[in-house]
């Protein structure tokens, strides 16, 4: 089965080396101490959350097992595996399975984990009442495995190949590290992603302050740690130089690879520089390890590659269609063979590097035939293992079982929450060619639904825009993906897109509960450039009829957020009254994710009107919703819009900084990104008119409880200057090409305040720029600073009339609005440009 190929290597060579017993458990350990010392240093004062992160083989385990072998005190332990079932939290729930005797009391909210842990029924509050809203379930789960951690620590939380991790699992050690467990040491190994590439678990961890992780990278061995290690291995007092220089070269310091190439080297004996004498990769090492071994034990080895890093001897005999003994007798002579090892529950590949070498010694044919017998195996198992199923499968070539099992993995992540999951699995099923259109529709609509709030935007765009661009697509499908292609494209960033996506949607949504919710994105004016105001209201209008016309709770919540949102941005009073009303109701407060974003949407609304302290009452309100719910992905929201309504309120001290490590956290959520850079653009312009020093009266206060803005000064190389106009302008070209107005508007406007003193006619061109985004728009409000800008700029040249036409546009377009921000700037235009 394991194709064995040339023996490219020569025994003989003097007897320069004693050959010990086989060597049993692993090799010295070496060339760690400063890594061991510094998570000694971590664990020994908990709380802390420590990343251990590298390359296949570098040694991220053997580091943590020598930490743990002297560490006092509880050690909760789980690793992940490399094709999981759906099962959100699996690892950590492995960890802490088990610890029935050790729990002390518990919160009533761990009640949650009784039925994933029946072992410790007897030792859990009774289950509570399902949740509707399934982020609220899922992050009652969080709470609830909190709650048993909190109860078993003090203690050590070791979790391994976190690279594949569930996201749930990845969005509790995200709530971990700012919001640590006392006495709880949390120590997590990861493979460091691909270049260009992530994984969830580096994902949740980028989203959260740089303080709250220590990262522990490892790389490889140098020439000093190689030649101890040989020293050791191979009881040699001096290796020769020429020695250390080839393991170096040929293991490219790996320590794993570095361990079994000196293994091979002991057991083979000899002289260790003989010709051929080292192998050139680990392939060699276990081909010279293979060649003991008679064809049935490779045969029932290739087997067990196939099946995973530890092989279930039942399976791997219904699979060869062998008896137990033969297969116990196999396994048992690759562990002799060094091939494997005894991990205390059964013999495993030493590492995954090793198990993918003899995977891959097996012919392409007999691998293919291997994963089908396997898949034929677990389909008798209950539950059936979809993960696996689907797995095997797809390497077996078996296309229409592979989308079947993927699907329902999808289905079953779907139903425990995990988005991102069910994404996973759903965006494998559309790289199957053979797939029938009817097929690949119904799977792109799941997957759209499920990108929706999970991390894999960015690969379904293209999946959908390539089914949208088929002419035989039935309206029904060209709806519902339109819909989920508009609304990933918004998220993503792309407002006219996603926009635009949208509306070419609608007209082939025929359900009223479906266009409701649609229609109701669209009444966001603040958005999107191209459209007016006027538009923003009628399609307000056609979602309420939509809403009524289904009947539905939820449609009928979605457009009253949305109407109460226009209103604020037209300052139209009414919306007070309903966002008073909504916060009041039931339907608002069963949805606490909603009611979350509306509170922060409704905030960033306020403070474009001019409100600050609504602005402070709703994003109080929703923060803590955000905390309550454990909405991971609302968290960016919460911080952009606090540092907003610091730059409105003037409080720029420490703002910019503050406002970099949201910008560079937020890489993977351009949509939050967008905003994050347009605010540190502007604060870094009004701080470099702070600090320029210029004249003091060339600006009103325009900020209801806000600070003075000074004109920059006339210091054309001033460092501030320069950094906030290349900012600046970074966001207005971005902000063009993807046309999203409001921090276009927004950058133009402080753009041409901060050159007003140094170069007016280019800022009048600025203002003047913004005036005509907004005019389009048709909510004059946002075009205050614009205008002030441009009579300041025509008083400067001594024709203060020149903008009289952009002021009285001004003035006529907040009349009666409830536009504080605006008053207060025509106030100050009026002072420049009497009527």
């Known amino acids: 089965m394991i194709d064995g190929g ?8 003097s007897p320069t080396l004693v050959r010990p017993e086989r060597l049993r458990g692993p090799v010295e350990f070496v060339g760690r101490a400063a890594e061991l010392a510094q998570l000694r240093r971590l664990v020994a004062a908990p709380p802390c959350l420590i990343l251990l992160e590298g390359e296949p083989g570098i040694g991220k385990s053997r580091l943590v097992a020598e930490l743990l072998a002297d560490l006092p005190g509880r050690h909760l332990v789980g690793e992940c595996d490399d094709v999981p079932e759906p099962f959100p939290l699996g690892v950590l729930l492995d960890a802490i399975r088990g610890s029935a005797d050790r729990l002390g009391p518990l919160s009533p909210v761990a009640g949650a984990l009784a039925p994933l842990l029946p072992e410790l029924a007897d030792a859990l509050p009774d289950a509570p009442p399902p949740l509707t809203d399934p982020a609220a379930e899922r992050h009652r789960l969080l709470r609830a495995v909190t709650a048993v951690l909190a109860a078993l620590s003090p203690a050590t939380l070791l979790l391994e190949d976190l690279h594949w991790a569930d996201p749930a699992t990845c969005e509790l050690l995200g709530y971990l590290s700012t919001h640590p467990v006392k006495g709880l ?51 040699l007092d001096d290796p020769p130089q020429q020695l250390t220089d080839t393991l170096l070269d040929r293991t490219a310091g790996i320590p794993f690879v570095v361990e079994e190439v000196l293994r091979t080297l002991a057991e083979r004996g000899g002289d260790p520089m003989a010709d051929d004498s080292v192998p050139f990769i680990l392939r060699d090492v276990l081909l010279w390890r293979l060649r003991p071994l008679d064809e049935a034990t490779r045969e029932v080895l290739g087997a067990a590659a196939v099946l995973g890093m530890a092989p279930d001897q039942r399976i791997l005999a219904s699979v060869l269609s062998l008896d137990r003994i033969t297969i116990g007798a196999a396994l048992t002579a690759a562990h002799r063979a060094g091939l494997l090892h005894d991990a205390g529950d059964g013999l495993r590949f030493r590492h ?36 696996q199923l689907a ?25 425990r929450g995990d988005d991102a999951t069910a994404a996973s699995f759903l965006l494998q099923t559309m790289d199957v060619a053979e797939l029938p259109r009817p097929v690949r529709v119904r799977l792109a609509a799941k997957l759209g639904r499920s990108a929706i709030d999970g991390l894999s935007q960015a690969e379904a765009i293209p999946v959908l825009e390539r089914l949208l661009a088929d002419r035989r ?90 109407r109460a949102s226009l209103l604020l941005e037209l300052g139209d009073p009414a919306a007070w009254a309903i966002i008073r009303e909504l916060r009041a109701s039931a339907e608002l407060a069963d949805r606490p ?60 001290d420490g703002l910019a900084e503050r406002l970099s490590r949201l910008v560079a956290n937020a890489e993977r959520m351009p949509v939050i990104l967008q905003d994050a850079r347009a605010e540190l653009a502007t ?15 060339g600006r009103a206060d325009t900020a209801p409880g806000g600070s003075t803005e000074e004109s920059a000064g006339s210091d054309e190389g001033c460092d501030e200057v320069k950094v906030a106009e290349r900012a600046l302008r970074e966001v207005v070209a971005d902000a063009r090409r993807v046309g999203a107005i409001w921090p276009l508007v927004q950058a133009l406007s402080a753009l041409a305040r901060l050159t007003l003193p140094r170069r007016p006619d280019e800022a009048a061109g600025h203002a003047a720029d913004a005036l ?64």
Request: aromatic share 2%; proline share 6%; charged share 25%.
């Open 185 to 235: 040491a949390v120590v997590l190994t990861a493979r460091t992603p691909t270049p260009g590439g992530s994984t969830p678990i580096h994902d949740a961890l980028a989203r959260t302050p740089p303080w709250s992780v220590t990262r522990v990278p490892l790389g490889p061995l140098d020439a000093d740690d190689v030649r101890r290690l040989a020293a050791r291995t191979l009881r």
């Open 352 to 387: 995954d590097l090793a198990r993918q070498v003899v995977y891959d010694l097996v012919p392409r044919e007999s691998r293919e035939w291997l994963h089908l017998r396997v898949a034929r195996v677990l389909e008798q198992e209950l539950p059936k293992p979809v993960a």
């Open 473 to 562: 697509l039935p309206p029904g499908a060209r709806g519902e993906l339109g819909l989920v292609l508009g609304r990933m494209l918004r998220q993503q960033g792309e407002a006219l897109r996603g926009y635009a996506e949208i509306e070419r949607a609608v007209p082939y949504l025929r359900a009223p509960r479906r266009k409701a919710p649609a229609l109701a994105v669209l009444a966001a004016p603040d958005t999107v450039v191209g459209r007016h105001v006027d538009d923003h209201l009628a399609r307000c209008a056609e979602a309420e009829a939509a809403a009524a016309a289904s009947g539905d709770p939820a449609a009928h919540l979605a457009v009253r957020i949305a």
């Open 772 to 835: 005509s985004l907004v005019r389009g728009k048709g909510i004059l409000a946002w075009a205050a600073e614009a205008v002030l800008v441009l009579a300041e700029a025509a008083a400067a040249a001594g024709d203060p009339a020149g903008a009289a036409e952009a002021v009285a546009e001004l003035e006529a377009g907040i009349a009666g609005r409830d536009a504080p921000l605006a008053l207060a700037a025509l106030r100050r235009c009026r002072e420049i440009v009497p009527a």
């Open 6 to 13: 040339e023996d490219t290597t020569r025994g003989g060579g």
């Open 593 to 652: 994710r909603e009611h979350a974003r509306a509170c922060l949407n409704w905030a960033q609304g306020a403070l474009h009107a001019g409100h600050p302290e609504q602005a402070e009452a709703l994003l109080a309100a929703g923060r803590a919703l955000v905390e309550e719910t454990g909405y991971e992905r609302l968290t960016a929201l919460v911080e952009v819009t606090e540092l907003s309504l610091d730059r409105a309120a003037g409080r720029l």
């Open 391 to 415: 797995h095997h499968y797809r390497r077996a070539g078996s296309g229409a079982d592979f989308v079947r099992n993927a699907e329902a993995a999808a289905d079953l992540a779907t139903e």
């Open 683 to 697: 604060v870094l312009a009004r701080t470099a008119v702070r600090a320029g020093g210029g004249n003091t009266e």
